[in-house]
């Protein structure tokens, strides 16, 4: 990490904050440093280890674009993308901002182990010996492999508490408690491996909070692991810890998330992430008889149709800010399922509501998981009531959902009128202000970006979260905001809504919004975004004002299996299985289509975290002097 990344990261700080961090850099450094030498975690025999040796099966599970084995032994500190390892040192003095030792995401999402939860399944199911001990294999492996606060994997709070949670699934799938009166070996197990590595997680999650600039998602999961361990184990200070931890529950809930029931980090990919912290801990109180709030439930309940009303016909989130594939839980062994999906068919029978429920929900390993028998009961009694036809606003958190749907037919944009991100560093967020993206049909047509990479390739960063990396409008060749680090973003814009308008007799919809994030250039943008729903068409007006000279780019990005066309007006544009969308660009613009350029970087796109392709970028650059004015039509054509 760079002394410039380090100071600009002190500035984000407030007077409390600096006293805190003092504070916790004692507790890591100093008293952490100490805990070393007196960790009550120890190297074991491996129980079973000739039966992994020996079982000829093999169980793949995916690790974004790669794969393990789960049937063999694991390699804890290895970057499956690199092949680089990172050293079993003291876990705070790792460098996890550079390419010295990988990645640290690949080696975290293998670390999270939620793969274990599929091996208990299995024992479940089967109630075969070597399903119960390659569980306890992998675990004592781990506990081995990972001494208390060495290695990468006691880097990060929030790994922590996920495997605390995948734990508490795995318990209760071998109905461990019952297990432990009648196999010797497994209580054993239980007594001198599992339930020591479970209270060093704890202490581990109870004295690392993430908080002022830092609370985040990551403070949700410290609080839901804890909350989830207290309420199953019998552990140290439990009932102190537990009330710590549903009392942050109740406050991040309310915190992070706006009056709308929208996620103030600004990465829609987050939001399934985080509303399952909040769903297990929730379901995990009810369990136990020590349930959640009322404002709790109402927030929850209003998360989730949030989360119904974002999603496009084929149940399509749109990729604003970060996204890195990341699940709190994952029975299945496919990285990319769809957790928006299986969140909202998990929400329709924890509500018993009917309208979070569409048309196309199935019930999923993963819902089973969470609400099991009578859960599914449930939601096979519920009518689907949740197919969202119209336009859904949320003007107080700065996100609109332009759609007119009719049964297969659909057009939805999303346009992005809301804040940077969350706190002071909005280390999720996108300079992506007044950006939009459209799906036609269920087919993207019109992208955001996505993300590829936090930590490494640092001009891959860099382009990703940039305003270049989005359709709207950068200014000088500068980003909306100052990116001082892969996750640190100074002087942050501020959006404003401008006008809402709906002419429900000529079906005219329209937002207008402007941003100031380039004061400092001298200029303001003003966006505006008119939906004609007879025509199914979009007008989209982009008004700038300046104190003198300035230059402007205007991208449109379009999804890699789009054909396009070059047209007198425009541009036709072609997804499979979708209706056609003409673009009539501004006629005194000059569009240039490019398409994975390196130098400088533009047309690219990441799906999904690690994995980047070409993509077609139109793109038009034009000087201004003082007022600028251009028009763009989209209309999806039949």
């Known amino acids: 990490m760079s002394l410039s990344w380090y100071i600009h990261r002190i500035k984000s700080f407030t007077l409390p904050e600096v006293f805190y961090r003092v504070r916790q850099r004692v507790q890591t450094h100093v008293v952490d440093k100490k805990s070393i030498s007196k960790s009550s975690s120890s190297r074991s025999n491996l129980p079973h280890s000739e039966i992994i040796e ?62 274990l939860i599929q091996i208990a399944k299995q024992y479940r199911d089967t109630k075969k010996q070597k399903f119960l001990d390659l569980l306890m294999y992998h675990i004592a492996s ?26 508490h699934y795995c318990w209760k799938l071998i109905d461990a408690e019952s297990l432990k009166t009648k196999n010797e070996s497994f209580r054993k197990f239980v007594e001198d491996v599992w339930f020591p590595l479970i209270e060093n997680h704890a202490e581990y999650s109870y004295k690392h909070p993430s908080l002022y600039s830092s609370a985040n998602n990551h403070l949700i999961s410290e609080y839901a692991g804890l909350y989830v361990a207290t309420s199953t184990w019998n552990l140290r200070d439990r009932k102190k810890r537990f009330v ?31 509303n399952d912290f909040f769903l297990v801990a929730a379901i995990v109180g009810k369990e136990n008889g020590t349930p959640f709030s009322h404002p709790y439930e109402k927030k929850l309940h209003q998360i989730a149709g949030y989360l119904n009303k974002i999603l496009d016909s084929k149940e399509n989130y749109p990729m604003y800010g970060d996204g890195d594939d990341g699940y709190v839980l994952r029975p299945g062994s496919h990285t990319h399922f769809n957790n928006f999906s299986s969140e909202l068919s998990t929400f329709a029978a924890y509500f018993d509501d009917s309208t979070l429920k569409r048309s196309s929900s199935k019930w999923d390993d993963k819902s089973d998981l969470m609400l099991g028998v009578d859960g599914k009961l449930k939601f096979e009694k519920l009518m689907p009531a949740g197919n969202v036809i119209d336009s859904c606003f949320f003007p107080k958190s700065g996100h609109f959902i332009f759609r007119k749907r009719k049964e297969d037919l659909e057009t939805y944009m999303h346009f992005d009128a809301a804040p940077l991100g969350f706190l002071s560093i909005a280390a999720h967020g996108h300079a992506d202000a007044l950006s939009f993206i459209l799906h036609v049909d269920g087919s993207p047509i019109f992208i955001d970006s996505g993300t590829y990479t936090y930590h490494t390739h640092r001009e891959w960063r860099e382009y990703f979260v940039g305003t270049i990396a989005h359709n709207t409008i950068r200014v000088n060749g500068k980003n909306q905001a100052d990116l001082a680090g892969p996750t640190l973003w100074l002087n942050h814009y ?88 003409m673009l009539e660009t501004d006629s005194s613009l000059h569009y240039e289509m490019i398409r994975g350029q390196e130098k400088p970087i533009l047309g690219w796109y990441s799906e999904h975290f690690g994995e980047k392709v070409a993509c077609s970028v139109l793109y038009s650059k034009v000087k201004c002097s003082t007022t600028a004015r251009f028009v763009t039509k989209i209309r999806v054509l039949e």
């Open 54 to 115: 020996n079982l000829e099966e093999h169980s793949q599970y995916d690790i974004f674009d790669y794969a393990i084995d789960i049937y063999k032994p694991i390699h804890w500190h290895l970057d499956l993308s690199s092949k680089k390892s990172f050293p079993l040192t003291f876990a705070h003095q790792i460098n996890i901002r550079s390419d010295q030792f990988g990645s640290a995401k690949y080696v975290w999402e293998v670390n999270r182990l939620l793969f």
């Open 142 to 167: 781990w506990n081995n492999e990972n001494p208390y606060l060495v290695g990468v994997n006691w880097y990060s709070n929030i790994e922590v508490n996920i495997r605390l949670i995948n734990w």
């Open 244 to 274: 710590y931890a549903q009392k942050g529950l109740e406050r991040e809930i309310q915190k992070q998330h706006t009056e709308e029931g929208v996620n103030r980090e600004e990465a829609a990919e987050y939001i399934q992430f985080i």
């Open 494 to 581: 501020k959006n404003q809504i401008l006008a809402v308008k709906n002419d429900s007799e000529m079906q005219i919809e329209k937002v207008i919004a402007s941003h100031d994030g380039y004061k400092k250039q001298g200029v303001t943008p003003i966006r505006e975004i008119e939906f004609n729903r007879k025509k199914e068409e979009f007008l989209i007006t982009d008004i700038l004002t300046g104190t003198g000279d300035f230059s402007i780019e205007i991208p449109f990005h379009i999804h890699p299996s789009v054909m396009i066309e070059k047209k007198e007006n425009g541009f036709l544009l072609q997804a499979p299985n979708a209706r056609p969308v």
